[in-house]
């Protein structure tokens, strides 16, 4: 492989996933990103438990989960009536994490440290120019040099240079206009477990607690006047809304860390590839930040993407293993642009049809246990399927047992390894795939497994095996791979899947 095989444009949470990804599987890669420093300010906030497995599972979530919020509950009100209280997790069984309230600059310090312990560390201030690619690799020019690499991926954001350079659509539109927010030092009196709204026909207030001594951060419309709000005044009209959509004075005391004002665009790329360039991230779908989706459908995009690019690069597998990353992602991102926009249509519009259906007919609706249940299972990203995808729907055979098909996460399962050391199934992945299988006749499956996926292969047994339960193969980002009970079967499967 030249070296590096791949480079990585851009060090937000997407790239450094990706690039952690690919350094624990032996790939060599480069990270660059155009700003001079790692940015210190907060921007994005949840990490829903799918973005927490998949830190867990890069090496990367150590003590965020202490230093973080854990939100236990979200309050709607609406025209100064509480109206929903959603507890997070509430009856659903599949969700076994909590949802983790930090700033978007911990979890990329968090990935920064594991990459350092990878031997790769981030080139800032390193300004893609242009990018030209042939049949064997693209040559990648930068502000001070060229380098040459087998792929190129940008992670680069919503105005992703790398995007343009492969001429890749990015179709969508605003939804709305005029949002302000600002992360405040501030006596606040809410609870530190809990994210409040304020919902009204003239605009909207949020306020979600931030790790630290009284940081929270406020969001709210803007003034419908269209005035423009300069970023000195943002606090002034965050502590308005606070007074006349919560009824509480800001207090004297009120210390502004950091301001923003942004307007919600949706859009999404029309590929994820364009020969050995790739998108990844909000260089790929950007939507509604209501919900807490887009950092957590990133950095799923990474662990999608690099598994398949490590095992293209390593010779396991043909390069048609790559479409299969678009197949998988894209329709994801599809969805999630579409169930945040629907939410923020819900929560912030201006369609007094919407907001009656809101107020009369939903809000009463996610007071349900069910509701609650479902709510928290899709949001969590856990319910993630690819069974309709490339590499699911032609294999639809169920574990027995578990009810799964081929492109469902598989459960977190206890697991013993072959040494008789106990483990979980999730804690056996991350670059490795992992065979499940009984020891008194897997070896068969073994041998298939680590001879098309390498030796590294995890193989463990279940704790407490059911009757009639299949040998399963599960593949690096969790996902169950393949199910079945002939060794000849697997070795078809790997054939179709890798090419």
Same mark, same amino acid.
């Given at each position: ?257 950091? *301001? ?6 949706? #859009?999404?790329?029309? %590929?994820?590839?364009? !020969?050995?360039? @790739?998108? /990844? =991230? $909000? ?101 993630? *399927? ?6 699911? #729907?032609?294999?639809? %055979?169920?574990?027995? !047992?578990?009810? @799964?098909? /081929? =492109? $469902? ?91």
């Amino acid at each position: 492989m030249p070296s590096p095989a791949v480079v990585v444009v851009g060090a937000g949470p997407t790239g450094l996933a990706l690039a952690c990804g690919l350094g624990m599987a032996g790939v060599p890669v480069k990270v660059i990103d155009k700003e001079e420093r790692p940015s210190m300010a907060s921007r994005a906030l949840g990490l829903q438990p799918r973005g927490s497995e998949v830190l867990d599972r890069l090496g990367a979530l150590e003590g965020l989960p202490e230093r973080s919020v854990h939100v236990a509950e979200f309050v709607t009100h609406v025209n100064g009536k509480c109206l929903v209280r959603l507890r997070v997790g509430a009856h659903a069984t599949l969700v076994n994490r909590p949802v983790l309230v930090n700033s978007q600059a911990e979890v990329e310090a968090q990935l920064r440290r594991r990459l350092g312990e990878l031997g790769v560390e981030v080139e800032w201030g390193q300004k893609l120019v242009h990018a030209t690619q042939d049949a064997e690799g693209v040559t990648v020019q930068l502000n001070d040099g060229e380098v040459r690499a087998r792929w190129l991926v940008g992670c680069d954001g919503a105005h992703s240079r790398v995007r343009k350079l492969a001429g890749i659509d990015f179709p969508g539109a605003p939804m709305m206009d005029g949002f302000l927010l600002a992360d405040v030092r501030a006596p606040l009196p809410f609870p530190r477990d809990v994210v409040s709204a304020w919902l009204h026909r003239d605009g909207m207030l949020g306020v979600f607690p931030l790790p630290g001594s009284d940081i929270w951060r406020l969001v709210a419309s803007a003034p419908a006047d269209g005035e423009n709000i300069d970023s000195h005044r943002v606090p002034t009209v965050l502590g308005q809304a606070l007074q006349d959509h919560a009824g509480i004075e800001p207090p004297e005391a009120w210390n502004a860390l950091w *301001t923003s004002a942004f307007r919600i665009q949706r #859009r999404l790329a029309t %590929r994820y590839r364009c !020969g050995r360039i @790739l998108l /990844a =991230g $909000d260089a790929a779908h950007v939507h509604s930040p209501f919900g807490g989706q887009g950092m957590n459908t990133g950095l799923g995009d990474a662990e999608n993407l690099a598994w398949k690019l490590a095992l293209v690069a390593s010779g396991r597998a043909q390069d048609c293993l790559l479409d299969t990353y678009e197949a998988e992602r894209r329709p994801v991102a599809r969805e999630v642009v579409a169930a945040t926009s629907g939410v923020t249509r819900l929560v912030a519009g201006d369609n007094a049809l919407a907001r009656t259906f809101r107020d009369r007919a939903l809000a009463p609706l996610l007071n349900l246990p069910m509701a609650q249940r479902l709510l928290w299972e899709r949001s969590s990203q856990l319910r993630t *399927t690819y069974r309709n995808g490339p590499l699911g #729907r032609r294999w639809p %055979r169920s574990w027995t !047992g578990a009810g @799964l098909r /081929a =492109g $469902d996460r598989a459960p977190d399962l206890p697991c013993v390894r072959e040494d008789g050391s106990r483990t979980r199934l999730h804690g056996e992945l991350g670059p490795r795939w992992a065979l499940v299988a009984p020891a008194a006749n897997g070896r068969a499956f073994v041998d298939v497994a680590r001879r098309r996926l390498g030796g590294d292969t995890a193989v463990a047994t279940l704790s407490e095996p059911g009757d009639g339960r299949e040998i399963m193969l599960v593949r690096p980002d969790g996902h169950l791979g393949w199910s079945g009970a002939s060794p000849t079967a697997l070795d078809a499967w790997l054939t179709r899947a890798l090419g």
